[in-house]
């Protein structure tokens, strides 16, 4: 069966410093790849999303960025943490090319303090 | 920009009463899909429509595809202090790879 991995389940980081947060998935090929955030008592705002190694596409313009260095492995990352960067992070994946469901990973709650 | 539309944005019932929340687009959807999150957990999924006019139920809940897809609803009947969560529907664009959520439907329960 398939698993979704995100870590770590919490993190309280100072406002300047960089940011790595990992995804991985278990169970299957050429997954979909998704990165949320979701602010507190909000909707989830797509960040980036992936559909093969090193294709990345960006959703809105942010200094956050994403990186698919493996098949099933994404990344979300940040080189100077803002304070508006504090949200739920939520990776997900999903079946290549068909009409299917996103299974969530657990989530990051990041605060940027 | 937000390509999906839910409302409304919080809605707060006394256990037994009724719950609705809807999802429109401005362009047609190939498809709709329907989450939920507990409090604290992450989004998970409930049901996906795919054809004009489907309605699908799952017990208490009820979902409905409209017959131009470009909008959906989910109606809970009887409400009971386990529907408590954040309700969010999600459409799929751009060839399917990209999946979009609306803005969800924060439902509290007064037991």
């Known amino acids: 069966s398939q698993t979704i991995h995100q870590w770590p389940a919490t993190l309280v980081q100072p406002v300047g410093s960089p940011l790595s947060l990992e995804c991985t998935v278990e169970?299957?090929?050429?997954?979909?790849l998704y990165w949320y955030r979701q602010a507190a008592g909000r909707g989830l705002q797509l960040l980036f999303y992936?559909?093969?190694?090193?294709?990345i596409s960006s959703e809105v313009p942010q200094n956050l960025s994403a990186s698919r260095p493996q098949d099933r492995q994404f990344i979300l990352s940040s080189k100077k943490l803002l304070l508006s960067d504090s949200g739920f992070y939520l990776c997900?994946?999903?079946?290549?090319?068909?009409?299917?469901?996103?299974?969530f990973g657990q989530g990051t709650r990041l605060t940027v303090v | 920009g937000q390509q999906v539309m839910q409302i409304p944005q919080y809605q707060h019932v006394q256990e037994g009463e009724d719950f609705t929340t809807y999802c429109n687009s401005s362009?047609?959807?190939?498809?709709i899909q329907w989450y939920k999150q507990r409090p604290g957990g992450h989004p998970v999924f409930l049901i996906q429509?795919?054809?004009?006019?489907e309605v699908k139920k799952q017990k208490r809940l009820t979902f409905q595809f409209g017959e131009a897809k470009k909008n959906s609803s989910l109606h809970i009947t009887a409400t009971q202090t386990t529907d408590v969560g954040t309700y969010f529907c999600?459409?799929?664009?751009?060839?399917?790879?990209?999946?979009?959520f609306g803005q969800g439907t924060r439902l509290t329960i007064n037991p």
């Open positions: 997900a994946w999903s079946l290549a090319g068909g009409i299917t469901e996103a299974f």
């Open positions: 169970g299957t090929s050429n997954p979909n």
């Open positions: 992936s559909v093969g190694i090193g294709q």
């Open positions: 362009t047609t959807l190939s498809n």
């Open positions: 429509l795919v054809k004009s006019g």
């Open positions: 999600a459409a799929r664009i751009q060839g399917a790879q990209k999946l979009v």
